[in-house]
């Protein structure tokens, strides 16, 4: 089993930045794919990235591919969500889940899950 708990969420003015980390439990950090998703008030929460076992490949919503950028630090059991040029859109409460198998963008696909950490974009 996997205990993921994140980090780094706050209030950050629009065109700023933040880093979220997930810390992960267990010393088999590295045979799961990790994934970031989001949920903003109201809304259905959805994927942002997705990270592979290794860190050799990684996925990201279109529409958020070039702002952020997914990595992991397998010997420090952590993967990390630098967000920039943030808009108030990206608004939301950010989770880190873990996956056992593949690089998957679905939510069911994903075993184990984080509290989620909010972050808050001021226009």
């Known amino acids: 089993q996997v205990q993921l708990v994140e980090s780094g969420g706050g209030l950050v003015q629009a065109g700023g930045s933040l880093r979220l980390s997930c810390a992960a439990s267990?010393?088999?950090?590295?045979?799961?794919?990790m994934g970031w998703f989001r949920q903003a008030p109201g809304k259905e929460r959805e994927f942002v990235a997705v990270?592979?076992?290794?860190?050799?490949?990684?996925y990201y919503a279109g529409s958020l591919k070039g702002r952020f950028t997914i990595s992991r630090d397998n010997a420090k059991n952590t993967v990390s969500l630098q967000m920039d040029s943030l808009k108030p859109e990206d608004t939301a409460v950010y989770y880190c889940?873990?996956?056992?198998?593949?690089?998957?963008?679905?939510?069911?696909?994903?075993?184990?899950w984080g509290q989620g950490t909010q972050v808050t974009v001021s226009s």
């Open positions: 990270i592979s076992r290794s860190g050799s490949t990684t």
């Open positions: 889940a873990a996956a056992t198998t593949g690089v998957p963008r679905r939510e069911h696909e994903y075993r184990y």
């Open positions: 267990g010393r088999i950090f590295s045979t799961y794919a």
